[in-house]
């Protein structure tokens, strides 16, 4: 594997502890510094807020809403 491979595969198990653990709304201090702007580049999460985002699914197109719209209520609540 290259280094990049290694970086994302990284940030995703990082990502999946979350996500075991229930979280939804992540902040950006969950994460190594470098992980949210890799996730998010290859759209594993979405920023909502500043320092706020949600999980995603990579083959979602620019513009859906799904992801926001199954998140919303459980973001809304903790925030």
Same mark, same amino acid.
């Given at each position: ?26 902040? #950006?201090?969950?994460? @190594? %510094? ?9 759209? /594993?999460?979405?920023? +909502? ?6 999980? #995603?699914?990579?083959? @979602? %197109? ?9 998140? /919303?209520?459980?973001? +809304?609540?903790?925030?």
């Amino acid at each position: 594997m290259d280094q990049v491979s290694l970086k994302l595969a990284h940030s995703l198990a990082v990502l999946k502890q979350h996500q075991d653990s229930g979280a939804v709304a992540l902040r #950006s201090k969950m994460f @190594e %510094r470098s992980d949210p702007e890799r996730l998010s580049k290859h759209g /594993f999460i979405k920023e +909502v807020m500043r320092g706020w985002y949600i999980a #995603s699914n990579s083959n @979602e %197109r620019k513009g859906d809403s799904t992801t926001w719209y199954r998140s /919303f209520w459980v973001f +809304v609540l903790i925030i």
